[in-house]
């Protein structure tokens, strides 16, 4: 199953995303992209009703500073963090097999 969806804001940070899903490729992370010309939000929206762990946002400012903004099933939306920083996150997580319970608001 899919543990992170990379989303990018438009076509024009395409190439970033595919840079940041060749990271979680590498990092035996599975990943994929949604390259559809749709609005962020209905991606977003399609991807949490999927009930997919992680969403990764990526646009202008992301691209600029080599962050991802990160939005969990857990804990809604989290800001941005470096890719790195996500990935030993996410690596930790599936390592020690850490199970999170989804916080209600």
Do not use: H
């Not at 899919?2 to 970033?16: A, C, F, G, T």
């Not at 999927?50 to 800001?79: H, I, T």
């Amino acid at each position: 199953p899919v543990q992170v969806k990379v989303l990018p804001i438009s076509e024009k940070y395409e190439e970033y995303a595919k840079s940041v899903k060749a990271a979680l490729d590498a990092a035996d992370i599975r990943a994929e992209i949604d390259l559809r010309s749709e609005k962020i939000g209905y991606k977003i929206r399609e991807a949490r009703l999927a009930k997919l762990p992680y969403m990764l946002v990526v646009g202008q400012k992301e691209e600029e500073d080599g962050l991802v903004s990160v939005r969990s099933r857990f804990n809604g939306d989290e800001g941005q963090k470096s890719l790195s920083d996500f990935i030993d996150a996410i690596s930790r997580e599936i390592r020690t097999k850490e199970i999170k319970t989804i916080n209600v608001e």
